[in-house]
């Protein structure tokens, strides 16, 4: 089977410079080149080259039209509004015309889309190129379109992959209509690096660390974790809390001006000046305001080898997001025998098992975040339970191995 894997024009495919996408991508293509001829497909970054030890081929694109319209779209928005530029930058259409020339090059089987419905019509080719469409949602995106805005586009797709039940239950009601298979492969982690320490040693009078890895925006939550931390830092005095992601704040029409949760449609706030218009200086005078400098560590983005150690030295892994299609960090400290902690909404309802590997608690209230938190600083058994407990579903449902099987079960399904 040829399979042809296609990230998003901005990800990060090759270590060490990889986004979140990028990893799992990179991830899919080793797991699944073991059982399948695999190319994987994204942009061309300088300085970046594969390595001829992996069991997949990459290709890269290069293109300046997109740069250009990405240029205008950040930097004059007014200006490429009215001239409906930003729309046309989203759909990167010099990446999808380049991929589309690689594509035709080979008798590919399978074309594996991630998250640009846009593409599907001009991937699909020629008749005679008899070759499958797989995309695959990552995100929400899809189920807040306008049916007319995607229906041709679903109309080229044999199958439609979601991260998550979440992403698939919404694609399934707001598609009725849709006629090709809908099924649901779960991110995964490498369960071989990211397992428990050789010892756990008790933590006693020592730092007890409470960790989030993502991304630094106001979908993932992080001010309603420093505002509860503040009262966590009030009964424990051991705990510290560790921030480990980019300081990136996420476009407002990327997640919060389309969601139809109004939770997330509050946090326009950050963006409209009725709050702050700076989301991290925000975070920062947050972080002064409760007198928490010395207890709040804001590490910044690290390649994805090194996050390992961070997880196995942590007390608690937490995740207060408000919007998440699967949360890949809960997986990551569960695989490390670490408790977890996350918000009721999306995927996470799926990854953690509530009182059993972790805990769940709505979102946007600090006051119940910090209760969970401190309930398993204070005991300890309960915390060891719960991380063993998460090793194992980790292993058992969200290793590569697990998400690839599923991916190569939906392949054989279209190819019948």
């Not at 990889?18 to 080793?30: F, P, V």
């Not at 041709?152 to 039940?165: G, I, K, P």
Request: net charge neutral; glycine share 6%; hydrophobic share 40%.
């Amino acid at each position: 089977m040829k399979v042809a894997l296609v990230a998003q024009p901005y990800d990060g495919i090759l270590p060490p410079n990889q986004n979140s996408i990028g990893l799992i991508a990179y991830n899919t293509a080793i797991e699944m080149g073991r059982q399948a001829e695999v190319t994987l497909y994204g942009k061309r970054r300088i300085g970046v080259e594969s390595s001829n030890d992996l069991p997949f081929k990459v290709s890269f694109v290069s293109n300046g039209s997109d740069d250009a319209l990405q240029y205008v779209a950040t930097h004059y928005p007014k200006w490429a509004s009215r001239l409906r530029i930003s729309a046309i930058a989203d759909r990167y259409p010099g990446y999808a015309r380049l991929i589309a020339k690689e594509l035709d090059k080979v008798d590919y089987d399978v074309i594996h889309v991630i998250n640009y419905w846009s593409w599907c019509q001009r991937f699909r080719g020629k008749k005679e190129h008899n070759r499958r469409i797989i995309l695959e949602m990552q995100a929400e995106w899809l189920s807040q379109m306008d049916e007319e805005q995607v229906g041709s586009q679903l109309e080229t797709t044999d199958a439609v992959v979601a991260v998550s039940d979440h992403i698939a239950r919404l694609f399934r009601m707001s598609f009725p209509t849709y006629r090709g298979a809908v099924v649901t492969a779960y991110n995964g982690v490498n369960v071989k690096d990211f397992q428990p320490a050789p010892r756990q040693n008790g933590h006693h009078n020592e730092v007890l660390p409470i960790l989030f890895v993502g991304r630094v925006s106001p979908e993932k939550g992080i001010h309603t974790l420093i505002e509860a931390f503040a009262r966590i830092a009030s009964q424990v005095e051991q705990a510290q809390l560790v921030i480990v992601g980019a300081r990136a704040t996420l476009r407002e029409d990327f997640i919060v001006s389309i969601s139809a949760d109004p939770l997330v449609r509050a946090l326009n706030r950050f963006y409209n000046r009725s709050v702050s218009s700076d989301y991290q200086c925000y975070l920062d005078d947050l972080v002064k305001r409760l007198r928490l400098t010395n207890k709040v560590r804001f590490i910044g983005r690290l390649p994805h080898k090194e996050l390992v150690e961070w997880y196995r030295s942590s007390s608690i892994v937490v995740n207060p997001s408000l919007s998440e299609s699967f949360g890949i960090s809960i997986v990551e400290g569960m695989a490390c025998g670490v408790p977890v902690v996350g918000t009721k909404v999306g995927g996470m309802l799926e990854t953690i098992l509530n009182g059993e590997t972790g805990l769940l608690v709505e979102p946007e209230r600090p006051d119940l975040l910090a209760d969970a938190i401190v309930s398993l600083l204070k005991d300890t058994e309960t915390a060891q339970t719960m991380g063993a407990n998460g090793r194992s579903r980790a292993v058992e449902h969200f290793s590569w191995r697990a998400r690839v099987d599923r991916l190569l079960s939906a392949y054989r399904l279209v190819l019948d």
